[in-house]
Structures are given as C-alpha cells and as structure tokens.
C-alpha cells in the first residue's frame, strides 16, 4: 500500500522553567516515534492521559514544530516547505479537535466557518459557496437552514458535526481526529462514531485516531499504536493489538474496557513524571515482570506486522485468566518473581508461556 504519511525518530520536548525562567528540564512528550499510515488506513493512537498521544498529532500536521526527525507526507518532509508550500500542503491535511465548544469562532456563523477553507484555498467560486455549505452540512447530518446560525445555538454534538464539515471542506487525503468524541455524551458519541466510519468509507479518508477510549478505537481503527510516556510500545492490527495483546501495558488497557473477558490485574501505582521519565523501559515502575534488564535497556519496537517494544514479549506468561486455570495467584507469584530474577522457572512454564 502507499504511505501517505511517514514519521522517523520524531522528538519533541516542551521546556520547563523555574520561577526565575531558567531552564529546570524538560517535559518529554515525543521521544524517538517512527510510524507510518498508509493511504487509505485508519490508525488510531492510544494510551493514557499525558502520553504524548495529542502532541504527536499535532505533530505530524506540523501544528507544532518537532525539535528532531522527520515528518514526510506524500514523499515531502514538511519540515522543507515554504511557508507559501506549506499553506498549500495544509488543503490536504486536516484535524478535528476534542473541544466542539472552542474549535468554532463564535464570531463567525456556521456557513462562515465551513466556507472559510474554501476561501483560503480558493476552491469553489464566491457564488457556488453556499450550494458546497448546504452539501457538507448534509453530509454531516445537519439541516442546509443551520448555515445562518451562531456556534452557540447548537448542542455539542451538533457542534461537533460542524467542525467535521469544516475538516471535510478542502477534500483532505488525511485528518487527524485529536479525541473527536470524548467531550460528548455517551448517547451522541456512538453517532458521531457512526458518522465518521460513514465518511472514512465514502471518501476512503486517510484517518488517524488519537483517543484513550479503546471501545472507540475498535470500532474505527485498521491499526493500533500503543503510547506510554511519549513511546510507542506495541503496533499492529488492531484485531490483532486489542484481541491478543502482547506488551504488558496493553493487556492493562484492555483488560480495563468495559465488558473485557482477560482477568488482568490493573495497574498500580501512578505514571512517572515524562519531566524525568524512567531509564531502560518507561512501564518498568508499574510492571508485574520487570527485570533488571529492564531497568538498564530501552527496548526496540521490534516485529513484522506486529511489533512490540518489551524484552521478554516472547516468554512473558499467558493472561491472568489463563494463569488462574494453570495454578491460581501462587502460580502468577512465581511467574512474577522468575522474570525479575529472583527464582528458577516453574515447572511447566515453558509449556504454556
């Protein structure tokens, strides 16, 4: 398949200073991601609140600058481009944001809000602007009548489905949905789900999914990358990420979406600071099995298809439903304890690791 957008070790740090302004660290929100989307594809960005996830977004749409690697969309690195290049680039690229109540100026009705890309871009004449309003609205599911009204009249469904239409406008190859449905209400989200899975079909959009809701993400997503303080630690299929996990933070994530059959233990402890994140791996702190190699060595995202960034995802035990059946808590105590090192393999283990 073509890769329409191409990321290699692309790093962004955001500074922080002291009361004084001096330079006291760094937050490391982006640290060494490499991904690439194919055309057409649907990949969705996961992981916890504060693991880089958004800023990545933005990252690849050039919203933020990267402080190293490189962004390349359709074979051109953004980072090369004119300003006047890449305000043409941008007709191709576009993003849909979590807030629906601040993304849309208020100053502006929806008719002016959907029509300002048009104007930018130059696409349609003034007086075919209203005919290309009335479609996007009805694309979206709005009434064409809603163009005349003011940000503030609508629900924030409603409102949500305008910013989609904006998005849409400029017939982009690739948008960015940054949680498009998180700030709603449970009973709008499945039909905003809905309507952008409708939209990624019709329009064979290019689509990446930036969400922490992983009911969400298994509904729309192709493929799947796992982020925890600002690295990717697994990618694949999404059948594939989500229905056999093979990083121990993933089994963690899955096993906490509503209705999950895995008995996975949930996660203790609180995430480390990214202003001074851990050595070796990130997820070593709240790891069940972590050994010292852990603690010295940054794993590599490593496999074909589906790739995982863990030192023993090839020998860690099965999940904790799988455990309880082979011998209980006692058993999990002693697998724990023999991936840190500090007892011999139980007996067997080989068998059903």
């Not at 050039?62 to 390349?72: K, M, Q, T």
């Not at 940054?178 to 989200?189: I, M, R, Y």
Request: with cysteine.
């Amino acid at each position: 398949m073509t890769v329409l957008l191409e990321l290699r070790d692309v790093v962004k740090h955001f500074p922080v200073r002291d009361a004084l302004g001096r330079r006291a660290g760094a937050v490391h929100a982006v640290d060494g991601v490499s991904l690439s989307v194919a055309e057409g594809e649907v990949l969705a960005i996961v992981g916890e609140s504060g693991c880089g996830k958004s800023t990545l977004g933005r990252v690849m749409l050039r919203l933020i600058e990267p402080d190293s690697g490189s962004v390349r969309f359709a074979g051109e690195d953004l980072a090369t481009l004119s300003p006047s290049a890449l305000r043409a680039r941008r007709r191709d690229m576009q993003i849909i944001f979590q807030d629906p109540f601040g993304s849309l100026d208020p100053r502006m009705t929806v008719a002016q809000a959907i029509a300002e890309p048009l104007r930018l871009h130059r696409l349609v004449p003034r007086a075919e602007e209203p005919a290309r309003v009335t479609e996007l609205l009805r694309r979206v599911g709005l009434r064409p009548e809603s163009a005349g009204r003011w940000p503030h009249e609508f629900s924030g469904g409603q409102r949500q489905r305008i910013a989609i239409a904006r998005a849409l406008a400029s017939n982009p190859r690739l948008i960015i949905g940054d949680e498009p449905v998180s700030a709603l209400d449970v009973s709008v989200q499945a039909q905003v789900i809905n309507l952008l899975r409708d939209l990624i079909r019709d329009l064979r959009l290019t689509f990446v999914l930036v969400s922490h809701d992983l009911g969400v993400v298994r509904h729309v997503a192709d493929r799947v990358a796992v982020m925890y303080l600002g690295r990717i630690v697994e990618e694949g299929p999404a059948e594939e990420v989500l229905g056999a996990p093979r990083h121990p933070y993933t089994r963690a994530l899955v096993a906490a979406m509503p209705g999950a059959q895995t008995k996975t233990p949930p996660l203790e402890g609180d995430v480390p600071s990214p202003i001074a994140p851990p050595s070796g791996c990130r997820f070593h702190t709240r790891c069940a099995f972590a050994a010292e190699r852990c603690r010295a060595e940054t794993p590599r995202l490593e496999g074909m298809g589906h790739a995982v960034a863990c030192h023993f995802a090839e020998s860690l035990p099965p999940p904790a439903e799988r455990i309880a059946a082979l011998g209980g808590g006692e058993r999990l105590a002693r697998l724990q304890a023999f991936f840190r090192g500090t007892a011999p393999s139980p007996t067997g283990m080989g068998e059903h690791a």
